[in-house]
Each structure stands twice: as structure tokens, then as C-alpha cells.
């Protein structure tokens, strides 16, 4: 009687977990569960080739590759204030993560964002007139006013089982969610689900993962494609 009710438990459990939020928590814990039922979808790639750093790997691969590094390490998500702006290997937030995904195409981010905003300061909503390179670089808001700047911006809208939509979602593109309750900025993988919806790689409490866009309630806000 117990184990057919530690059984039924268990199952209850397993199905939340695997219903929940479209899977964000096994996702979460690296536990990539596909649905057993439905049609594959074949989403062609379409992401650049430039090779900026010559290593025979396409750019926004370097990006997704960098940025999976600290889903593998499972950076804990920590939001402090550092001098010389750059935390510590081992430790970090959401805008963090995509300072490190370029970083592994040589792209800088910090000194492209930290030039601009001294040059446009008034553009930048989280610097309110003072420039603070400890720390500018570092915000959703500021980054999403520079991609939004130097970037290609592309849909907001996640269209399941739409080629043509899905095929706007590539490896290495931006996501931006704005709301008064939370900000945040992740990285689209190159790995996908079977029907197509694309990961991201991103780092909210407690760790950097890689789970379903679809699985954010936050909408959209903004989808950047940087121009290597």
C-alpha cells in the first residue's frame, strides 16, 4: 500500500515537474526531457559565419559556447557591486553571462557599452547623468539600449510549430525581458527542442542553465541579432 502510494507520489511529482513552466526546472537541473508525441520540426540554420577569432568556429557558436561554459559550471547567480566592474570566475548575474558569450567570439561589450554611454549618457536609463564603469555595463536596461543601438532587432514573437518564425530565433541572438518586476537577458542556444523552440542560456537564482524560452512568463521585450 505505501509503495503503490509512494508511487503515485513519485508520478504526481514527475508530471508537475515536467508540465511546470514547460519543464524549467528539469531544464534547469540539465534533466532535458522531450515530449514523447508530436512531429519533428526541422529549423534551418541561418547564423553568420564570420570567425572573428580565426578558431574555425562560426562567431555566434563561439557566443552560445562561451555562454554554455557557466550553465556546466553552474555559475550561482550573485548581484554585487565590483571594482573594475568584472566579478570573479565562478560567480555572477544575467548580464554577466553575455559579456562572457562575446568575450568568446572577441567581442568586448563592456568597453563598447562603457564608449557610449560616455558619449550619449542621456540615452542610458540606469545611469541617470553619472557613468559608472563598475557597473554600467552591467545593467539590463543599459545593455538593451545598446544592442538596440548597434544590433539587428528581429521579432519578439515565439510562433511553436511555425518555420518561418522559428527560423528568426538563431544561435547567439539577445533576448531582452523588461517588466517592473523583473529584468533579464539571455543567450539563444543552438540546441532546440523537438518542436523546434529554441534554449537559452542565461543565469537567474540560483544558477546559470539552459532551459525553453518558452518557458518565460515575462514577455518578450526585445530580439537582437549582433552584426559580427
Known amino acids: 500500500m505505501l509503495k503503490r502510494l509512494f508511487a503515485a507520489i513519485l508520478g504526481v511529482l514527475l508530471l508537475f515537474l515536467f508540465l511546470f513552466r514547460n519543464g524549467i526546472i528539469l531544464d534547469s537541473l540539465g534533466l532535458h526531457i522531450e515530449k514523447p508525441f508530436g512531429k519533428k520540426v526541422e529549423v534551418p540554420a541561418d547564423f553568420s559565419q564570420a570567425d572573428r577569432n580565426q578558431n574555425g568556429i562560426s562567431d555566434p557558436i563561439d557566443v552560445v559556447q562561451a555562454a554554455r561554459k557557466e550553465v556546466e559550471q553552474r555559475t550561482p547567480y550573485k548581484s554585487t557591486y565590483y571594482a573594475g566592474g568584472y566579478p570573479p570566475n565562478g560567480e555572477g548575474v544575467c548580464t554577466d553571462l553575455i559579456w562572457r558569450g562575446f568575450k568568446g567570439a572577441g567581442v568586448t561589450i563592456k568597453d563598447l557599452i562603457d564608449k557610449d554611454i560616455a558619449e550619449n549618457t ?90 525553453k524560452l518558452s518557458s518565460f512568463k515575462t514577455p518578450i521585450t526585445a530580439h537582437y541579432r549582433w552584426d559580427f
Request: charge should be negative; avoid cysteine.
Open 122 to 211: 542621456d540615452l542610458y536609463p540606469r545611469v541617470q547623468g553619472n557613468p559608472d564603469p563598475n557597473i554600467d555595463f552591467r545593467r539590463v536596461p543599459n545593455q538593451d539600449v545598446y544592442f538596440s543601438r548597434y544590433a539587428k532587432s528581429l521579432t519578439t514573437e515565439l510562433i511553436p510549430g511555425e518555420i518561418e518564425n522559428l527560423q528568426e530565433w538563431q544561435p547567439g541572438d539577445i533576448v531582452i525581458f523588461l517588466s517592473p518586476k523583473f529584468d533579464h537577458v539571455a543567450i539563444i542556444s543552438d540546441k532546440r527542442t523537438k518542436d523546434g523552440i529554441p534554449y537559452v542560456i542565461h543565469n537567474s537564482a540560483p544558477f546559470a542553465a539552459e532551459v
